[in-house]
């Protein structure tokens, strides 16, 4: 019976395993505490299995007790942790053992002796089983790991501050794919850019598109070309601590979550920093979602909002069918939220890894600029897919309190605060588009127990044609409401 080819394959394992010891102890010093632990679970699992199919081979054949010996000080050198592999180690263990498997060979090539005890079928499967987990979960200096995508839009003078941040990451930029997608930029972002993939051409790469189709596009478009099993989505003109991606890939790797978040805090325009944003739950924490009670749970805890300052199990989007609308503003309300309402684990960090840059030309915050209304055109987007999925239907009073304060508290919000006059002609069409996803609100509990009675009468004013001397004076009263 010829054996050849398993011992070919348990010589090219062994040989895979030597190679990322070499790794981790050549760039121990270069990379944390998390790549050389996750570097040597690995290994301690692939000798452990080796030690197992080993005992299945006939000690009487030649070098075979060698062999043996040789793995189990390899596998209780590895059970001691000692992550700093010397030297030594190598000469007098890790390279006997692969000399002793390539003399077996040699000698099974030559005799007849049956060279392992258990049957064929049996070695065969252990064989199989072994190398094809040793292919997907061998580490290489080259292999990826999380894939980092950054929209950019006119961002010239804001891009190098996060890719700086990225390149100082306390994992190293080795396990990153940093995504750039220049969404048809009028300033230099694309030459800035294409400098950063010149000088990281392993980890950095840049997709120009012709037409701005905003952040939601770039996105899209960014998902479908990574490779690797994480994703993180950034903001250009953001900035990241230099422990983001190594405290959200390690809690991500260890609990199996489809999603970790970092807790962030804003940096405002006058240069102070807002406390951090929190939760309205329990302090750090796993959160598992086995039933519509888990699931509320999770809405009122506040995970949805933004999608910066999350690291996400990329199979999450075509398991749950998830991409941004396309073309809009505010695009983060729809993804958010029904990634939200839709996975089924998600870690809590307390830690701060983000920070939220204010500035004035941020397309969010400049005055007068009818893009705000796009919020409008996301959320009824949103709402027809919570009801298609029947989400909705499910956690109706919840969704409908906040609808009603993202929907509409918050798009008056913006419309009194960032135009100076009101856009008449948005505002009477946001109204009777908010009056008819809510026809009956006047006459609901959600509506008589509003704190404050201008909140009512805003509702009451939605469902009249106001004229332009109208929203002039609710803006007026809601200027000076918000201002005591």
Same mark, same amino acid.
């Given at each position: 019976?010829?054996?050849?080819?398993?011992?070919?394959?348990? /010589?090219?394992?062994i040989?895979?395993?030597?190679?990322m010891?070499?790794?981790?102890q050549n760039?121990?010093?270069?990379? &944390?505490?998390?790549?050389?632990?996750?570097?040597?679970?690995?290994?301690?699992?692939?000798?452990?299995?080796i030690?197992?199919?080993?005992h299945?081979?006939?000690?009487?054949?030649? /070098?075979?007790?060698?062999?043996?010996s040789?793995?189990?000080l390899? /596998?209780?050198?590895l059970?001691?942790?000692?992550?700093?592999?010397s030297?030594?180690?190598?000469?007098?263990?890790?390279i006997?053992?692969?000399? &002793?498997?390539?003399?077996?060979?040699?000698?099974?090539?030559?005799?007849?002796?049956?060279?392992?005890?258990?049957?064929?079928?049996?070695?065969?499967?252990?064989? &199989?089983s072994?190398?094809?987990?040793?292919?997907?979960?061998?580490?290489?200096?080259?292999q990826?790991?999380?894939?980092?995508?950054?929209p950019?839009?006119n961002?010239?003078?804001?891009?190098?501050?996060?890719?700086?941040?990225?390149?100082?990451?306390?994992?190293?930029?080795?396990? *990153?794919e940093?995504? *750039?997608?220049?969404?048809a930029?009028?300033?230099d972002?694309?030459?800035?850019?294409?400098?950063?993939?010149?000088?990281?051409?392993?980890?950095?790469?840049?997709?120009?598109?012709?037409?701005?189709?905003?952040?939601?596009?770039?996105?899209n478009i960014?998902?479908?070309?990574?490779?690797?099993?994480?994703?993180?989505?950034l903001?250009?003109?953001d900035?990241?601590?230099?422990?983001?991606?190594?405290?959200?890939?390690?809690?991500?790797?260890?609990?199996?979550?489809?999603?970790?978040?970092?807790?962030?805090i804003?940096?405002?325009?006058?240069?102070?920093?807002?406390?951090?944003?929190?939760?309205?739950?329990?302090?750090?924490?796993?959160?598992?979602?086995?039933?519509?009670?888990?699931?509320?749970?999770?809405?009122?805890?506040? *995970?949805?909002?933004?999608?910066?300052?999350?690291?996400?199990?990329?199979?999450?989007?075509?398991?749950?069918?998830i991409?941004?609308?396309?073309?809009?503003?505010?695009?983060? /309300?729809? =993804?958010?939220?029904?990634?939200?309402?839709s996975i089924?684990?998600?870690?809590i960090?307390?830690?701060?890894?983000?920070?939220?840059?204010m500035?004035?030309?941020?397309?969010?915050?400049?005055m007068?600029?009818?893009?705000?209304?796009?919020?409008?055109?996301?959320?009824?987007?949103l709402?027809?897919?919570?009801?298609?999925?029947?989400?909705?239907?499910?956690?109706?009073?919840?969704?409908?309190?906040?609808?009603?304060?993202?929907? =509409? =508290?918050?798009?008056?919000?913006?419309?009194?605060?960032?135009?100076?006059?009101?856009?008449?002609?948005?505002?009477n069409?946001?109204?009777a588009?908010?009056c008819k996803?809510?026809?009956?609100?006047?006459?609901?509990?959600?509506?008589?127990? *509003?704190?404050?009675?201008?909140?009512?009468?805003?509702?009451?004013?939605?469902?009249?044609?106001?004229?332009?001397?109208?929203?002039?004076?609710?803006?007026?009263?809601?200027l000076?409401?918000?201002?005591?």
């Amino acid at each position: 019976m010829d054996y050849s080819k398993y011992i070919t394959i348990l /010589n090219e394992t062994i040989q895979a395993a030597w190679r990322m010891i070499w790794y981790a102890q050549n760039n121990y010093q270069k990379y &944390s505490s998390w790549w050389i632990r996750r570097t040597f679970s690995m290994i301690k699992n692939h000798i452990s299995e080796i030690y197992t199919i080993a005992h299945s081979l006939n000690e009487n054949c030649p /070098n075979v007790s060698t062999l043996i010996s040789g793995i189990e000080l390899i /596998n209780t050198a590895l059970s001691a942790n000692n992550y700093e592999i010397s030297s030594s180690c190598m000469e007098s263990v890790i390279i006997p053992v692969i000399t &002793s498997y390539k003399s077996i060979l040699e000698a099974h090539s030559s005799n007849n002796q049956c060279l392992f005890t258990e049957d064929r079928t049996s070695v065969e499967g252990k064989l &199989s089983s072994f190398t094809a987990k040793l292919k997907e979960s061998t580490i290489s200096p080259s292999q990826k790991i999380l894939s980092v995508i950054i929209p950019c839009y006119n961002a010239q003078n804001y891009i190098n501050g996060i890719l700086s941040d990225l390149c100082n990451q306390t994992i190293g930029i080795n396990p *990153l794919e940093i995504i *750039l997608v220049d969404d048809a930029s009028t300033d230099d972002t694309l030459e800035v850019i294409t400098s950063w993939k010149n000088d990281y051409p392993e980890n950095i790469s840049v997709i120009h598109l012709d037409e701005n189709g905003r952040q939601g596009r770039a996105r899209n478009i960014a998902v479908k070309k990574a490779t690797t099993e994480y994703v993180l989505f950034l903001d250009a003109d953001d900035s990241v601590t230099e422990d983001l991606c190594e405290v959200t890939l390690e809690i991500a790797e260890t609990t199996n979550v489809e999603v970790v978040s970092v807790d962030l805090i804003s940096h405002n325009m006058d240069g102070t920093y807002s406390d951090p944003e929190g939760y309205n739950g329990e302090t750090e924490h796993i959160a598992l979602v086995q039933g519509i009670e888990d699931r509320i749970k999770l809405w009122h805890e506040g *995970l949805r909002g933004s999608t910066i300052s999350k690291l996400y199990r990329k199979s999450i989007f075509e398991m749950y069918d998830i991409s941004y609308p396309e073309k809009k503003l505010y695009e983060d /309300n729809y =993804f958010a939220v029904l990634t939200t309402l839709s996975i089924h684990s998600y870690y809590i960090l307390d830690n701060v890894c983000y920070i939220w840059n204010m500035h004035e030309s941020s397309s969010s915050h400049r005055m007068n600029n009818l893009s705000h209304f796009d919020r409008v055109d996301v959320l009824d987007l949103l709402l027809r897919e919570l009801k298609k999925r029947g989400i909705y239907y499910e956690l109706k009073s919840e969704l409908d309190k906040w609808f009603l304060d993202i929907y =509409f =508290f918050a798009t008056l919000h913006i419309a009194f605060t960032r135009f100076n006059p009101v856009p008449y002609d948005k505002m009477n069409e946001f109204t009777a588009r908010f009056c008819k996803q809510f026809p009956d609100i006047r006459s609901s509990s959600l509506y008589s127990s *509003l704190e404050y009675k201008y909140q009512r009468d805003f509702i009451d004013f939605a469902f009249y044609k106001l004229s332009n001397e109208d929203w002039d004076s609710l803006q007026s009263q809601y200027l000076s409401i918000i201002d005591k």
